[in-house]
């Protein structure tokens, strides 16, 4: 029987931490819910505690220091226990009922990643900035050519996959790039990466968005490091 489990990696997440798991909870498909603390410093980690201690199935665990959300990741692996595992950023720029979607395909793709993108479909999306979107784009069109297999956006958030190859994948990556690193290792496993049209609302910098040009460059710099070495 297939059962889900969803990550929320968080760093000082304060204004939109328990709005974001709100929209989590009020789906009623997950198993479990871990709340992976990259060291908050705002207030956020107190808020993650209270709302771990009012709902069972939540879990929280924290970093022993500040080392980006490819580590945050990788630091709650050892606690899911449900045949499959979804990644969901704590901002609000996804919305998770599109993970019920995703989910749905996992019946008769159940060895396969399930990938939310921002770049097909007529669902609505919206602070969709011009030069972050041609970015996405040419990152997503370099990622596939030096793969050979087409993908729309790398650079989502929304990653489906089953856990054992989670589990089993080792993440070297600490910050953004930990997205090119997850899908050139999957590739490398199984080749068999289903997309889904996503909704997304993206966030200004003073709203506190953390992704910067610099990691653009490393996002090509990984596609090559993770398409011919591990």
């Not at 998770?96 to 749905?104: Q, R």
């Not at 990556?173 to 068999?192: D, Q, R, W």
């Not at 997309?195 to 610099?214: D, H």
Request: charged share 25%; glycine share 4%.
């Amino acid at each position: 029987m297939n059962n889900l489990a969803v990550i929320i990696p968080f760093y000082n997440e304060k204004a939109f931490l328990e709005i974001s798991l709100k929209r989590v909870t009020d789906l009623k498909i997950f198993d479990q819910i871990i709340l992976t603390d990259d060291c908050s410093n705002d207030g956020s980690s107190e808020i993650a505690l209270n709302l771990a201690d009012s709902n069972p199935i939540i879990e929280y665990i924290n970093g022993d220091s500040n080392s980006g959300k490819g580590q945050a990741l990788n630091n709650a692996k050892h606690l899911i226990k449900t045949s499959h595992v979804v990644i969901h950023d704590a901002d609000l720029e996804y919305f998770p009922d599109d993970i019920v979607e995703m989910f749905n395909l996992v019946e008769d793709n159940p060895e396969s990643l399930i990938l939310g993108s921002r770049f097909i479909g007529t669902k609505d999306r919206k602070n969709v900035y011009f030069r972050t979107n041609l970015a996405n784009r040419t990152m997503s069109l370099f990622f596939s050519l030096i793969n050979f297999h087409y993908i729309t956006d790398i650079a989502t958030c929304y990653k489906l996959m089953p856990t054992s190859f989670f589990k089993d994948l080792n993440i070297k990556e600490k910050g953004f790039s930990i997205e090119v690193e997850l899908l050139s290792k999957f590739l490398k496993t199984n080749m068999n990466i289903v997309e889904v049209p996503i909704k997304y609302e993206g966030r200004s910098y003073t709203e506190g968005k953390k992704i910067k040009a610099y990691d653009g460059f490393r996002y090509l710099f990984n596609t090559i490091k993770y398409r011919f070495f591990n």
